[in-house]
């Protein structure tokens, strides 16, 4: 489900920068209210520091009047922890490209949904849903929360903080997982390790289950073969996915060019994606390699699949070392030639699965082999034990290190909210935002005039006049009964902005006025009417009248009547005047549909109804 607007209409681009900004003063405040507490409860330190009377040892950390020498972060945790940081805040950066409000979708979320079954597109379309409708919303949302985990993880190094970090990284990254990337494509035909199944966020999420583990469990080997046991298995499946027959991977021979298989194709359209010359050269290249020796690149590959996989699995620091070096290179050929980098085309959001996937099997050959030495686990658990029972409050005050994490973790959920409020709100709201109207029409026009008076019949006979309408709100179009594209668009979202104003629909006149000189009788009103499910709409009035009568009425509201070319159609001003109670024209829209999606329908009846709803109460 898309808008069906251009990816870079400046209407919403603009919107979204200005989105952006202003969140990004919102963080600019938050951050300097964090400063102020930091230097706030380092003063108080300080003021501790001088009058204590009796100091801590010159080597070691105070926690409580806990003395010793503290272990650093794990290797492995701490290049799990730091490597993703970035990789979170890199793809936050990504989420602020001009086209994402309307481009996520269509571009890069609903060609992965196609090729799944109907139970996934329809999941996936509920979030997609939310994201046409509030695309300005959702899309610098999407910015914030991203940088935001990925400060909260480089922030807070160790303890609580840190472990929540871990959780917050994946409860996002599954809800990315599902709705951005329709679980990575699993479901979908095809599925191969070289296109980057199982999807990125996956290895997000396995980096954020390892963050949020105990740091005791990175004391022992144990969980580093764990990780490679884990990573050796899923390139085994890979090798045997690789090597099926009957995917179309082993298409393609020398001197039958023409025979080329699935990866062939999918580079061809990669290499079409607007990037730099020697991206696209590189991609191009291969592409034009594997289209004659497919069957050759195929059988590399799930040899090295299986190969890599089997080294993980031995679980030897030997073997592992050198199947992380394979794997490393294996991962970084696949990432330039095939997934071709993964954040070029405008609607980039992640490096792909090929970096976040090498970093999680290195850190498991780290965790195997970098583990602290006994002695200093013995300490370290034993300090972070003692600090453990020290109330919150004392640490906060006389742990520097700690005050800094905490204000620190604090400052990153501050802005990882930022992006979440505005999120929520528009996921609970079912309307769409107006700025879609305003893409495709611009703003309404205000004014404060006297409305033209009319004297028209409706579609049961019975005389309406501007002045028989006195004390109502009345929304005002011109539609033609016969037409087949814009009017019944038109008329349906008349009726959902009714449905939008609630029990002030009431006191509110839907007007619609004949706009086609031939088909001026009741029966075809009523015939539309009908077609469209307006007939037991209570507020609905569709009016019309003689020809003389009908043709004053559209000169005195503007409203230009034509016969297309060949007299087949009658063209017409789109157009909805908003009239108060007092009969004065407040608002003046352009009521083209446009793309006629949804979204845009949406917005446009929440347009009109905010219009109504400001008419009723201007007196």
């Not at 597109?121 to 979030?127: A, P, T």
């Not at 082993?250 to 061809?268: F, H, P, V, Y």
């Not at 020697?278 to 190969?307: K, Q, T, Y």
């Not at 019975?462 to 006195?470: E, H, K, W």
């Amino acid at each position: 489900m898309g808008s069906g607007l251009s990816t870079n209409d400046p209407t919403i681009v603009a919107a979204f920068h200005r989105a952006l900004f202003h969140q990004g003063f919102v963080i600019f405040l938050l951050l300097t209210l964090v400063a102020i507490a930091w230097s706030f409860l380092r003063s108080i330190q300080l003021r501790r520091a001088v009058l204590s009377e009796s100091g801590a040892s010159e080597k070691g950390t105070v926690t409580g009047g806990v003395t010793g020498a503290v272990a650093p972060e794990p290797v492995a945790r701490r290049l799990i922890r730091i490597s993703f940081g970035l990789i979170w805040i890199f793809d936050g950066i990504l989420q602020g490209q001009a086209s994402m409000p309307l481009g996520m979708i269509p571009q890069a979320v609903q060609p992965t949904a196609a090729a799944s079954p109907t139970w996934v597109q329809h999941l996936v379309n509920s979030g997609s849903t939310v994201w046409t409708y509030h695309p300005v919303s959702m899309a610098a949302a999407a910015v914030w929360i991203q940088v935001g985990i990925g400060l909260w993880l480089l922030a807070a190094p160790r303890g609580n903080w840190s472990r929540l970090g871990g959780v917050a990284s994946v409860a996002w990254g599954l809800a990315v997982w599902v709705f951005g990337e329709s679980f990575g494509g699993i479901f979908a035909p095809g599925l191969s390790w070289l296109f980057g199944a199982p999807g990125a966020v996956l290895f997000y999420c396995m980096a954020g289950v390892l963050i949020a583990l105990p740091e005791r469990s990175w004391l022992q080997a144990r969980l580093g073969r764990l990780i490679l046991a884990v990573m050796g298995l899923f390139f085994v499946g890979m090798a045997v996915l690789q090597a099926w027959p009957g995917r179309g991977f082993w298409q393609g021979q020398a001197g039958r060019a023409e025979n080329a298989g699935t990866l062939t194709s999918m580079l061809q359209q990669m290499a079409q994606t607007p990037q730099p010359h020697l991206a696209s050269s590189l991609v191009s290249s291969f592409s034009s390699f594997d289209a004659s020796h497919g069957w050759v690149v195929n059988l590399f590959a799930v040899i090295a699949l299986g190969a890599v996989g089997a080294a993980f699995l031995t679980g030897r620091p030997g073997v592992v070392r050198i199947g992380v070096a394979a794997g490393i290179v294996l991962c970084l050929a696949d990432w330039i030639l095939v997934e071709d980098l993964g954040f070029f085309g405008g609607v980039g959001t992640d490096p792909n699965s090929m970096i976040p996937m090498a970093l999680v099997f290195a850190a498991g050959y780290l965790a195997l082999v970098r583990i602290p030495a006994p002695s200093t686990e013995v300490v370290s658990m034993h300090v972070a034990d003692a600090a453990a029972r020290v109330p919150w409050r004392e640490r906060l005050s006389a742990d520097p290190a700690y005050a800094f994490r905490s204000i620190a973790a604090l400052s990153a959920i501050g802005i990882l909210l930022v992006g979440a409020a505005p999120m929520a709100f528009a996921a609970a709201n079912p309307n769409a935002d107006p700025i879609l109207t305003e893409a495709i029409d611009g703003p309404p026009t205000t004014t404060d005039m006297p409305a033209p008076a009319f004297d028209l019949v409706d579609q049961n006979g019975r005389q309406v006049t501007l002045a028989g309408l006195r004390g109502k709100a009345i929304a005002l179009t011109f539609l033609d009964p016969v037409c087949t594209s814009d009017c019944p668009v038109i008329a349906q979202e008349f009726r959902a902005a009714s449905k939008l104003l609630g029990s002030e629909s009431g006191h509110v006149a839907l007007v619609a006025i004949d706009a086609n000189p031939r088909y001026i009788s009741r029966d075809f009103l009523a015939a539309f009417d009908q077609q469209e499910g307006l007939e037991h709409v209570a507020n609905w009035e569709y009016l019309t009248g003689s020809l003389p009568t009908l043709e004053n009425v559209w000169r005195s509201f503007a409203v230009e009547v034509a016969y297309e070319n060949g007299g087949a159609m009658i063209d017409h001003s789109d157009v909805v005047y908003v009239i108060d109670p007092d009969g004065h024209t407040r608002e003046v829209l352009d009521a083209d549909p446009g793309p006629a999606t949804q979204a845009t329908g949406s917005s446009f009846a929440q347009t009109l109804a905010n219009g109504i709803k400001s008419a009723l109460h201007s007196r």
